[in-house]
């Protein structure tokens, strides 16, 4: 069982529909990353966060440490979101030298 | 304004053959990461520096190795490339460890 799963790992929708991202972890964070990768591209960095709530224009990014799960929504999806998002954790130095473990990345396609 | 930058984004070399991929930052961070991400899998860290100091993970090839030079830049050299190298190499930066990272955009690595 990897430490970090996400779901869907692939996910179709129409445009500006609201979507929904799912992360649950099993190890001892410190805090979580949303990452987007569009195709043959770099990542790009959308939330670090440890606790609450985060939002950032159409996008929102919720943890609860307590569970051990985060969401991603995206409000009013475009076609261009779309592209792989991964969850990615950032252990506790004790434990992981302060690494990122990945999820698998979840592939959305928004149409038009 | 690029922070992470990645040179080539694309580097085609033949098996064998020596390459080494580049990447600068302008964020004066203090830790440089390279990970490798195969086709459809998540990225996996090969090895980082903070500051000077090289941390290698147990599982990064030989044949891969890695030069600092100053805070600016951070090199991955391949020795002897395989065709198992094929990947996109990833760099990204943080302030600190257990701080976001930042992504370059990456380098696209084929083997001939």
């Known amino acids: 069982k990897n430490e970090v799963e996400q779901s869907p790992q692939n996910l179709t929708a129409q445009e500006g529909e609201f979507i929904t991202i799912n992360c649950s972890y099993s190890?001892?964070?410190?805090?979580l990353h949303w990452l987007q990768q569009h195709p043959g591209g770099g990542i790009v960095s959308l939330f670090m966060?440890?606790?609450g709530k985060k939002k950032h224009g159409r996008l929102i990014a919720t943890i609860n440490i307590q569970e051990k799960h985060s969401s991603l929504h995206i409000t009013a999806s475009h076609p261009r979101d779309s592209a792989v998002y991964i969850c990615a954790v950032l252990g506790l130095k004790e434990t992981s030298g302060s690494r990122l473990t990945f999820g698998e990345g979840t592939q959305l396609t928004v149409n038009p | 304004d690029a922070m992470v930058i990645q040179n080539p984004r694309y580097q085609v070399t033949q098996f064998g053959k020596p390459v080494t991929l580049s990447c600068s930052q302008t964020l004066n961070h203090n830790v440089m990461y390279w990970y490798q991400q195969k086709s459809s899998q998540a990225p996996k860290l090969l090895f980082h520096?903070?500051?000077?100091?090289f941390n290698n993970e147990a599982d990064t090839p030989d044949n891969f190795q890695s030069r600092r030079p100053n805070t600016s830049f951070c090199f991955l050299d391949i020795r002897s490339p395989g065709l198992g190298d094929a990947a996109m190499y990833l760099c990204a930066t943080s302030w600190g460890a257990g701080q976001p990272q930042h992504f370059g955009d990456g380098t696209r690595l084929s083997i001939l």
């Open positions: 520096y903070y500051d000077k100091d």
């Open positions: 190890v001892g964070i410190s805090a």
């Open positions: 966060l440890s606790s």
